[in-house]
């Protein structure tokens, strides 16, 4: 749960994220053959905003409502850029900056 005390300040920091705000749910990501879940905070159509707890880090990724699975996700080391990336005010970089 410690993970998930960020929201407390993205209506600070992002006031554009409000209206696109979940109630956390898990979803099954999908990358190759690995099945993991991660919570889900925030939804703008078939994308989402999420909390990856394995790896401490944040993400978009699409959403498939019928499977309830996410699929080419982009994780970000700070909650910011991921928040910027899923609003569209960043565009999606290569794996490698992700470090």
């Known amino acids: 749960m410690g993970q998930l005390l960020i929201l407390a300040k ?3 920091t992002h006031p554009r994220l409000e209206p696109f705000l979940v109630s ?3 979803a099954i ?3 190759g053959e690995s099945r993991y879940p991660d ?3 925030a ?7 999420f909390a990856a707890v ?3 880090r ?3 990724a699409s959403f498939d409502d019928t499977t309830r699975e996410a699929t080419d996700a982009s994780q970000y080391p700070e909650f910011d850029l991921a928040a910027r990336r899923f609003l569209g005010d960043i565009e999606p970089r290569d794996r490698d900056w992700l470090g």
């Not at 939804?43 to 905003?49: D, G, P, T």
């Open 10 to 12: 993205p209506r600070e």
């Open 24 to 26: 956390p749910f898990l």
């Open 29 to 31: 990501f999908m990358e």
């Open 39 to 41: 919570f889900v905070l």
């Open 43 to 49: 939804r703008r159509e078939k994308l989402v905003l």
């Open 54 to 56: 394995d790896t401490r």
């Open 58 to 60: 944040f993400g978009v």
